[in-house]
């Protein structure tokens, strides 16, 4: 347990660097804005207590926004998928399950993950785009970049996992 | 009492999301309103540090880019000094440096871009200059292909610069051939175009004018090139034309670029509220 703590801290700084460095100057199209950030939210451990996640949410969030100068923006989106993140996992996870420490995707397996992360980007974009756009005008051109960004996003972040992700089980650990 | 305890035991988790979410929400209408202050946030030294790094970094990649655009700009500049042209009047009032000084409206500073955005709602972009090496708040901000933005920020040796890609840019621009002007903005979509407003129906526009700064605001120099009419239409039921405007600043690929300082822009200013 206690190996978590430099791990997630580690993947942070690895995560806000790649996040402002690479994934925001990528400027494919205005259609295409991926964020892998996010995944430190959804990586932490399984048994984090939801007020830890949804607190990590924001300042995680926060902490993005400073480097981004969108205040605000980023913090309440994580806030949100730290929230919901306890719901979810326990929707898409099959009953009688056995957990690692944190979601892993050599364990959980890589369906599972896309299920998981669309579902989270998804939403995770959907507040984050329309507080940015500030109006509902224009609704097809948000709801196209909303999607095609979260489909890229969830890309990123597969290649993010497979790279940097331990093959080894850690069970019962 | 007790059942208040009861409750706030039971839905303490989402008490706490919902005034959390609140404080982030405060936080961005907060900024929305005040933009300077989440401007400042960035424009500060230690993301302008990391930024600044890391554009060292990337610079030499692309020296050899860098090098070709400085050197395409120098031979249109070395076009425009007088010695190239041919001065037809026999000039009597030849200027003096001491009153040279006074003639002179605008200075250039350069600056690098440290940071840059396309894909936002407002794009933001920060240069390695700031207050101490003389840029200001609403300075305009141009380079060689033509305008780019306006300062919002500075800090001592940072600055943000709020791009034509943003929504609350407008910048007064006029047809180079018939002068006929209007305000351009940008419609939030596409990196490349932009829209022009308040041209009157009777206005001959075509495909592939020029359009130029017009110099009333006092963020830009007067003819400095903004961009070329791409589609032009005419709606039944509105008194203006619509037009759209390919920018000619490639904002994807920017390097450097030149801060704009007004030195007369005191006194217009001050013009400007006698006659108020």
Known sequence: ?173 | MYNLFQFFLRYYLFLLFVSLEIFCFYLIFQNKRYNEVAYMNVANSVSGKVYSTYTGVSDYLYLRRFSDSLVDENAKLRAQLLDSKYISKIDSGILRDSTLKNVQQYSFISARVIHNSVNEAANLIYLDRGRLQGVGKQMGVINANGIVGQVVAVTDNYSAVMSVLSKEFKVSAKFKKNEFFGNLHWDGVNSTTASMEDIPKHVPVKVGDTLVTSGFSQLFPRNIMVGRVKTVKMEPDKNFLEITVDLSTNFGSLSYVYVVNNLKKQEILLLDSLAH
Do not use: C
Request: avoid cysteine; hydrophobic fraction near 60%.
């Open chain 1, 1 to 173: 347990m206690l190996n978590q703590i430099p791990l997630n801290i580690f993947r942070l700084a690895l995560l806000l660097l790649a996040q402002i460095l690479i994934f925001s100057n990528l400027n494919f199209s205005s259609f295409v804005n991926p964020y892998i950030f996010p995944l430190f939210i959804l990586l932490l451990p399984f048994e984090t207590p939801r007020w830890v996640l949804m607190l990590f949410g924001m300042f995680s969030g926060l902490l993005l926004d400073y480097f981004l100068g969108s205040t605000g923006m980023h913090a309440a989106a994580g806030l949100l998928i730290g929230y919901m993140r306890p719901f979810l996992i326990n929707i898409i996870t099959p009953k009688g399950t056995e957990f690692e420490i944190s979601p892993n995707v050599y364990a959980q397996g890589i369906t599972w993950f896309i299920v998981y992360l669309g579902i989270t980007m998804f939403i995770y974009l959907t507040l984050y785009f329309f507080v940015e756009a500030a109006t509902f005008l224009n609704f097809f051109f948000m709801l196209l970049k909303i999607f095609l960004s979260t489909v890229v996003s969830v890309i990123f972040m597969l290649i993010f996992l497979f790279l940097f992700s331990s093959k080894k089980k850690r069970r019962f650990v």
